[in-house]
C-alpha cells in the first residue's frame, strides 16, 4: 500500500520539482522514497505496521508540496 501511494506521488510530481544544479533532471519516484528515509530514518519497508497512518501523510505531504 505504501509503495503505491509513493509511486502515485512520483507519478504526481512529474515535471514539478524545481531543477537541481547537480542533477540533469529530477526523479520524483526517488524524490518521495528519500524525503520518506530522511524523515523516518531508515527504509519504509524497515518500518513497523503501525507506523503505516504516518508514512502515507508524509507521502501526502510531500505530493501536496514539491520542494
Do not use: T
Request: glycine content about 2%; proline content about 7%; aromatic content about 10%.
Amino acid at each position: 500500500m505504501v509503495r503505491e501511494k509513493a509511486r502515485e506521488a512520483g507519478d504526481h510530481l512529474k515535471d514539478k520539482l524545481p531543477p537541481c544544479k547537480f542533477l540533469k533532471a529530477r526523479n520524483p519516484y526517488a524524490h518521495v522514497f528519500e524525503r520518506l528515509k530522511f524523515h523516518l530514518g531508515r527504509s519504509y519497508r524497515d518500518c513497523e505496521d503501525d507506523q503505516v497512518p504516518q508514512i502515507l501523510e508524509i507521502i501526502e505531504w510531500y505530493r501536496s508540496n514539491p520542494c
